[in-house]
């Protein structure tokens, strides 16, 4: 084998958490490879993982666009701007994301230049051990044998089918397909209102579907805060979104452009809806399809997650796995932060990351954000705490902005004062959240927020008034 196939890291996967570990091993002075599989339409390399080519990116640019177009329509005119002829152009929509995602592909090809990392595209596969190490192999576009003394294995997740309903892009979709409906479905049905069945369900009726979510809970986002999902399910329910919770989905059937859900609701009675399109979005399974881990004796958890220790160390030495694929939230920034740790540790420095400080961001509008514990999480653990909440209707950049929908919430230790979660319903609560994420990382008390100075008149004034109502001491409310 060529020298130049011999590398001190080769990573498996060019998502968010492999192509960062890829950039952090190089910046740390290894010879590098990261090899990605996926190709876009012109059968090009297109790195970035789902994040980027069906994820994180191409929904945030739907979310904006589709957040626009109501804008102009409903909610322009309070502000004196009448705006008549409004058309939606779909297409354009559809071609702007797909150049927003090409964008991000280019940036992290441009990245890979810039450090050093040399990128194949193909599938990676262990072809076994090696004398130091492991051999690799690519196939697909690109074909190689690597051999790799450390191989970090990024290789994500896919959507969980619903037996019985397969995905075929077209009448039944995955993420994939949800984000690129050609036309508006005049009633779309989604199952599964989580993160994603959210995101979707609101872009797609901002633009004129009529959605319907079944949900197979009693609860509504029975992870977030309950008070904050309560309102947030309220204002959902207002916008318009049909959320029916508790549904039993039973025969779901393909007409020739409809599609047929048969499920009990949540008093028990048998329904049945129609749709013109599906989306499935009932959680994501991790994705080791291709890896031949069995050739070197990779091992898998009952539900197919690649087993690592708390340092994303995997059962064969030299070999590590990060983001999708292991235990742990489903998100990117976490999926990264992994990465770099990993980079580190195979450093032999002491990466590490704060799973108690990961943020949770539901893009939908307004947007849900958290970091911490939940006010349930709490009690259930018997935990003493003090609550903080504020309203966004009584702050005075909120009202011009003319979003004033939703709240800050902050709870702290009843003894120590110290923050253990904020949660945020409200306009771009995605930015807010830093400012927590950075105070619990500080181990800040609420008082350390509330006697910060905040800039006049923000957004941000209502997540001081949060922490100053800990002490029952708001100044505005
Ligand atoms: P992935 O991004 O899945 O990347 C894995 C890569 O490995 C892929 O390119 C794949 O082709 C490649 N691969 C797999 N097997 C092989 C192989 N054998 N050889 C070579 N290459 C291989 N998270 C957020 O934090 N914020 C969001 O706003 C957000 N929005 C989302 C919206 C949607 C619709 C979806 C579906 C997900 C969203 N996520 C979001 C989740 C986020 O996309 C994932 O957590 C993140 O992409 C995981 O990164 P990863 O690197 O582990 O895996
Ligand atoms: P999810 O786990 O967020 O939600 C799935 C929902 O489907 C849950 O409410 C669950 O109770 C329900 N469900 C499961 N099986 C069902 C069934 N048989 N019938 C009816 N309902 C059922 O998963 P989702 O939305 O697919 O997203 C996957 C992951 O992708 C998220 O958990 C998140 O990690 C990531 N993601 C993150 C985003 C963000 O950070 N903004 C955006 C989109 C996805």
Known sequence: MSNENQFDVVVIGGGPGGYIAAIRAAQLGFKTACIDAWSNAAGKPAPGGTCTNV????????????????HAGHAFAEHGINVSGLELNLPQMLKRKDTIVKQNNDGILFLFKKNKVTFFHGLGSFGGKADEGYTINVSGPTTATLTA???VVATGSNARQLPGAEFDEKLILSNEGALA?????????????GVIGLEMGSVWRRVGADVTVLEGLPTFLGAVDEQIAKEAHKLFTKQGLKIN?????????????NVTVAYADSTGAEQTATFDRLIISIGRVPNTHGLNGEAVGLQLDERGFVVVDDECRTSLPG?????DVVRGPMLAHKAEEEGVAVAERIAGQHGHVNFNTIP????????????????????????????GTFPFMANGRARALGDTSGMV???????????????????????????????MEFKASSEDIARICHAHPSLSEAVKEAALAVDKRSLNF
Do not use: M
């Open 55 to 70: 994820g994180c990116i191409p929904s945030k640019a739907l979310l904006q666009s589709s957040e626009h177009f109501e």
């Open 149 to 151: 003394k450390n191989v």
């Open 181 to 193: 409906i050609e036309a508006v479905p005049s009633k779309l049905g989604v199952i599964g209102a």
């Open 245 to 257: 919770l508790g549904c039993k989905i039973g025969a779901i059937t393909k007409g020739e452009n």
């Open 319 to 323: 070999v590590w796995a990060v983001g």
């Open 360 to 387: 949770w961001v539901i893009y939908t509008s307004p947007e849900i954000a958290w970091v911490g514990k939940t006010e349930q999480q709490l009690k259930a653990e018997g935990v003493a705490y003090k609550a």
């Open 409 to 439: 919430k902050f709870l702290a230790d009843a003894t120590t004062d110290e923050i253990l979660g904020v949660h945020i319903v409200g306009p771009v609560a995605s930015e807010l959240i830093s400012e927590a994420v950075v105070a």
